[in-house]
């Protein structure tokens, strides 16, 4: 796929601009969506296909998954 043809866009509740998270390789973009708090978000891709699954997780298994994902990328920066 062409670079920045399949990107996440979403409203930032704090400033209310809207940003664009372009696709990369093995990304995962994990962000809270609740009814007190709304959060506008919508995936595009503009040339070939795009998968996008949205996963409903506890606080404690989020938590646990940004302590992996933070050592994991400690260390495959420590093998460089």
């Given at each position: ?75 495959a920066e420590g093998q460089q």
């Open positions: 796929q062409a670079s920045n043809s399949s990107y996440l866009a979403y409203r930032d509740s704090a400033s209310g601009a809207y940003v664009r998270v372009a696709d990369a390789a093995s990304r995962i973009n994990m962000f809270e969506v609740n009814a007190a708090a709304p959060l506008w978000h919508a995936v595009a891709s503009t040339r070939g296909h795009r998968l996008s699954v949205g996963l409903a997780i506890s606080d404690a298994t989020a938590a646990m998954l940004l302590r992996r994902l933070a050592a994991h990328s400690a260390h």
